[in-house]
């Protein structure tokens, strides 16, 4: 009945594979379903054929015995005896066998449990997995903030647009074009920003070309900010002597005598003879007797070309000037001088003509002889060099040391400096030349001779400011940077009275 036992056993909780043990469902044996009548016959008959197979091994194993019991003399063992050596070789037997099959089962065993532990390690990962994140939301588009439907859409910028709501920041029409240009994160068309953004010349009014890098090269004023192509600084385009501007082309300009170029809003308030130039004399004669500086000397003023100017420059032995080009001088030499006498009319080809000019002899009577300026510059730049060459004659007719050309020539610039402030405040009573002094300005009792300054006259005042600001020489720029810097910290009286006692600033 041991076959119906090892049926009967199959209903448990519990099997058994490989030495390891695992749980199975409860079932009763009235409730099985797993044998039938065939599979049962077939176990009585397998347990049948087992046991007539023990049988017959059983008896033929006495037979076997009975007859190895017999010696080779004729001796017949026992049956003890024949027990005894056959155990001893069952057991030796059983022992082989046994050494031999643990190792294939602790073989197999490991095998199945590495089997197993990837199983229930797939099973846990399989368990812990994350769910399905939910589907993105529908992409809104950065033009008009609506949804993005099915259709075309545009993606750039860091967004999605609609087609019809990407458009150009200067036309406001729909950019269609595969490229487009960006500025401060707006689109634009390519011709858009061409158009707004890339320079022009100021000179020719074409875009200014790339150059062999790629890169927009152009040239631009300091002050006035304008922009050309570098090709006009070698293409003889003309230049403004006065306020340096590049004349645009088809602009009309005024040819000088001596070769200078002058534009026709500087030409407004040029001054052109040596008797235009006498009230402007007279005012900063009057600035300065309000600095209480009055200059006692009659010094004559004289307004000259341009080669009558560097003839007296090469003459005089005294002073430092400016270069690339000397536009007033201080004379302390006894000289003949070419001086305009009558302002020049416009001719043909914007030329002057009929310019009358005669001969001066400048007699040596003190420590200064003339004071000698350009002419045909407007009435400020004009007015500026005057101020400083009668700084110059101040200082020498007042018996100031020979003294370094930053110490000379910054407080020169300084005093120019001053009348530049207030002629370009003095229609607002402004009263710079005090402020800047500490001393009374004679800017009211001349407000009434200068008249009302445009715009442009204005501007170019502050250009002439910025012009001596700006300055890089050691003795224009650097000289007019430590005297006005005295002058704002100690007054310009006492820079003077140090000036006079050290030679330097204080």
């Keep these: 009945m041991g076959w119906l036992k090892k049926i009967l056993k199959g209903s448990s909780n519990k099997g058994h594979y490989n030495d390891r043990y695992w749980d199975e469902p409860r079932q009763s044996v009235d409730n099985s379903s797993d044998f039938d009548g065939e599979e049962i016959e077939c176990a009585i008959a397998l347990s049948l054929s087992e046991v007539d197979y023990k049988g017959k091994k059983v008896m033929e194993d006495k037979s076997?015995?009975?007859?190895?019991?017999?010696?080779?003399?004729?001796?017949?063992?026992?049956?003890?005896?024949?027990?005894?050596?056959?155990?001893?070789?069952?057991?030796?037997?059983?022992?082989?066998?046994?050494?031999?099959?643990?190792?294939?089962?602790?073989?197999?065993?490991?095998?199945?449990?590495?089997?197993?532990?990837e199983l229930a390690r797939a099973i846990q990962e399989s368990l812990n997995l994350d769910p399905p994140p939910p589907p993105p939301p529908p992409p809104i588009c950065a033009g008009c903030n609506a949804e993005i439907g099915h259709g075309r859409y545009l993606s750039c910028m860091g967004g999605v647009w609609h087609p019809q709501c990407f458009r150009c920041h200067t036309c406001n029409q729909p950019i269609t074009d595969y490229e487009f240009s960006m500025s401060g994160n707006r689109p634009y068309h390519k011709t858009c920003y061409k158009e707004k953004h890339h320079p022009r010349c100021d000179v020719c009014d074409n875009y200014i070309p790339s150059n062999a890098a790629g890169l927009i090269e152009y040239r631009a004023h300091p002050f006035w900010m304008q922009k050309y192509c570098p090709s006009h600084e070698r293409d003889k385009t003309p230049r403004c002597c006065s306020c340096e501007r590049m004349e645009p082309r088809?602009?009309?300009?005024?040819?000088?005598?001596?070769?200078?170029?002058?534009?026709?809003?500087?030409?407004?308030?040029?001054?052109?003879?040596?008797?235009?130039?006498?009230?402007?004399?007279?005012e900063i004669q009057g600035f300065y007797d309000g600095l209480n500086m009055k200059v006692e000397q009659q010094v004559p003023l004289l307004l000259v070309e341009r080669p009558a100017l560097n003839d007296a420059m090469d003459v005089e032995k005294h002073g430092l000037h400016h270069l690339p080009e000397t536009r007033g001088l201080c004379l302390s030499e006894e000289q003949t001088v070419t001086t305009v006498l009558r302002r020049p009319r416009i001719g043909n080809g914007n030329r002057f003509i009929d310019m009358i000019t005669e001969p001066y002899r400048v007699t040596r009577r003190c420590e200064v002889t003339a004071i000698l300026i350009l002419y045909g510059l407007p009435r400020l730049l004009t007015g500026s060099i005057l101020a400083h060459e009668m700084m110059h004659a101040w200082l020498r007719l007042n018996g100031y040391p020979n003294l370094s050309p930053e110490v000379e020539e910054g407080i020169c610039q300084v005093l120019a400096h001053m009348w530049l402030d207030s002629e370009i405040y003095s229609s607002s009573g402004s009263d710079i030349a005090s402020s800047s002094s500490s001393t009374p300005s004679s800017s009211s009792n001349t407000s009434s001779k200068k008249g009302q300054r445009s715009d442009f006259e204005k501007k170019l005042g502050e250009f002439f400011k910025h012009q001596i600001e700006s300055d890089t020489s050691s003795a224009y720029g650097e000289g007019f940077r430590q005297g006005n810097q005295a002058v704002l910290k100690y007054g310009l009286r006492r820079t003077l009275d140090n000036i006079r006692m050290t030679g330097n600033f204080p």
């Excluded at 076997?64 to 155990?87: F, K, L, M, N, W």
């Design 64 to 117: 076997e015995s009975e007859e190895d019991s017999e010696d080779e003399d004729g001796c017949i063992r026992t049956p003890s005896e024949d027990d005894a050596c056959s155990a001893r070789a069952e057991s030796e037997d059983c022992e082989q066998i046994a050494i031999a099959q643990p190792d294939e089962n602790e073989k197999s065993s490991e095998a199945q449990l590495e089997d197993d532990e």
């Design 250 to 282: 088809d602009t009309r300009y005024i040819l000088l005598d001596d070769g200078r170029k002058l534009c026709l809003e500087c030409l407004d308030s040029a001054i052109m003879d040596t008797h235009e130039c006498q009230p402007l004399y007279l």
